[in-house]
């Protein structure tokens, strides 16, 4: 009789069998008092496809869950049938194929992490992310119950792990290039595919007597390839200079040899991905850059939200839960999906419900009224030189005699705007930055362009009131001589000129397409 924390007292009867192979709490506490271990491993009488093996010859070949009845039948004919009944419980289910999943214990490699948690949760307190509570609360929490990665698969497609062992296993061989394999084994043919049809045949003499090394059936696990981007982009050491093949530490030290020209540019400035990814690519990444240069590849990390579907459900392709994202951006432009995002939930990590009346609002509430803006600027530069017979010319100097309160305000406000963005960009915050944009949209059209029309239009009499030498102001009804006043719609298309021309550039990384469109035409 075993004794575990996981039986409850308030479900059951208290007591449960266990089946190490085919069930994580099972397989602790068997291997905890000894039950298995590494020589000893559990039993499992099933193969890969779920069928009973001929350890079970009364149902061997059937599959374990359509099995069932036939044990029932069999337990009956027995006399060792206590009670037959269904119970309606949850089950796992294959989210794809919707059949039933099973537990199954198989043999795999393990990268050590557990030895390295101390080192990993020192590495995470020296990056910034965003939002700063996945960082102390989500990775943090992972990070610190982090256990042994199982890094194989039982696959035919993917990475091989480059391991080639003897009969008994005891012998080891993990091998670092192509050149070593080439060298270790004798294999004299091109090798430029590594791919498990390309490498499995290849065979490394024993240096213990034990025969040949054949290489591990097992492939890597896809998420140590995407862990390992940092490195294998550039094709790391062996696409750098100062690497020699001859030396198995080439690549190595940080300061010597391709890892000098590595760390000029390591770690990255930041990486962005979905909150899931805290335990995949940034948790891959993390662990293998603590392994191999004892840092984190990356400085910042921005973390996004969920896109759910609008009924709050995982979007789907079987479901059909979601709008089609082309048509999406055919009907409303690839610039308004975009500002519907930033703008959104998702870029402070928490989930978002897509819906399409928001990327609509998108379109109305922000960027026909920064095109207005643009438009009524247009008209009025060829209203002023239908007027004056000149072409209207931006001049930044002109704005040191501006004495209108108007444009002083809106001038000030685009500064404070730009000084805000710069500083909350370089905190990778777009939650801050992306409002305070469209506050300024909202104000250039609807503050200063709807207060200052006639002005832009070259009536001086409807002018907005300025101050005066002893404070008060002008209510702006009397009319101007004609060189104040075509100096006063002078001041106003320049101001509005500058206003549109700073604002969309800094719209840029957001709305780049019609950003870049009023930008070519100011």
């Known amino acids: 009789m ?30 905890r008092l000894g039950l298995i271990n590494g020589d000893r491993p559990p039993p499992n009488p099933l193969n890969a496809s779920g069928e009973y093996t001929s350890e079970v010859p009364d149902f061997e070949g059937q599959h374990v869950k359509a099995a069932d009845k036939n044990i029932i039948k069999f337990l009956e004919a027995s006399g060792r049938l206590v009670r037959k009944s269904q119970i309606l419980h949850r089950y796992p289910h294959c989210p794809r194929s919707k059949t039933p999943l099973i537990q199954r214990a198989v043999p795999s490699w393990f990268i050590q992490v557990e030895s390295v948690v101390p080192e990993l949760l020192e590495n995470l307190e020296k990056t910034h992310w965003v939002p700063s509570n996945v960082k102390t609360g989500r990775f943090n929490a992972w990070l610190g119950a982090a256990r042994d990665w199982n890094v194989s698969r039982n696959r035919y497609w993917g990475t091989p792990l480059p391991l080639w062992v003897s009969e008994d296993m005891k012998e080891v061989v993990c091998i670092g290039s192509v050149a070593e394999l080439k060298e270790l084994s004798g294999f004299k043919g091109e090798l430029t595919d590594l791919h498990r049809d390309a490498v499995d045949h290849i065979t490394i003499p024993s240096k213990q007597g034990k025969g040949v090394l054949k290489r591990v059936e097992e492939v890597f696990d896809c998420w140590f390839e995407s862990g390992s981007m940092p490195y294998a982009s550039s094709h790391y050491p062996f696409s750098y200079s100062g690497f020699d093949a001859s030396d198995p530490d080439s690549g190595v030290s940080r300061t010597e040899g391709p890892g000098k020209e590595l760390f000029s540019k390591f770690p990255g400035d ?21 392994h191999l240069f004892q840092t984190f590849p990356y400085q910042n990390c921005v973390v996004n939200g969920i896109v759910l ?97 108007m444009d002083r305000w809106i001038l000030a406000a685009t500064q404070s705007l730009l000084q805000y963005v710069n500083v909350e960009m370089e905190a990778y915050r777009l939650y801050t930055v992306v409002p305070r944009l469209l506050k300024m949209v909202d104000d250039t059209t609807n503050w200063y362009i709807r207060f200052n029309r006639s002005r832009l239009k070259g009536q001086a009499t409807s002018a907005p009131a300025k101050p005066t030498a002893n404070g008060t102001q002008t209510n702006g009804t009397s009319s101007l001589p004609v060189d104040e006043e075509t100096n006063d719609t002078l001041h106003a298309l320049n101001t509005l000129f500058e206003v549109v021309y700073t604002l969309v550039r800094a719209l840029a990384p957001f709305i780049p397409f019609l950003s870049d469109n009023i930008f070519t035409r100011l």
Request: proline content about 5%.
């Open 2 to 31: 075993l004794l575990d924390t996981y039986v409850k007292q308030d479900d059951g009867v208290g007591i449960v069998h266990q089946s190490p192979a085919f069930g994580e709490d099972d397989y602790n506490i068997s291997w």
């Open 270 to 290: 930041f990486i962005a991905e979905g909150l899931d990814q805290t335990r995949g690519w940034f948790y891959t990444m993390s662990v293998l850059g603590t």
């Open 309 to 405: 579907a609008e009924d709050g459900k995982k979007m789907s392709k079987s479901l059909k839960n979601f709008p089609d994202p082309m048509l999406v951006i055919d009907k409303y432009g690839s610039d308004a999906l975009r500002l519907y995002l930033i703008d959104s939930p998702v870029v402070r990590g928490e989930p978002l419900r897509f819906s399409e009346q928001g990327v609509r609002q998108i379109v109305s509430g922000v960027l026909l009224p920064l095109w207005n803006s643009y438009n009524f600027f247009a008209q009025q530069a060829a209203l002023y030189k239908k007027n004056t017979g000149e072409d209207f010319t931006y001049d930044p100097d002109m704005q040191k005699t501006n004495e209108n309160v």
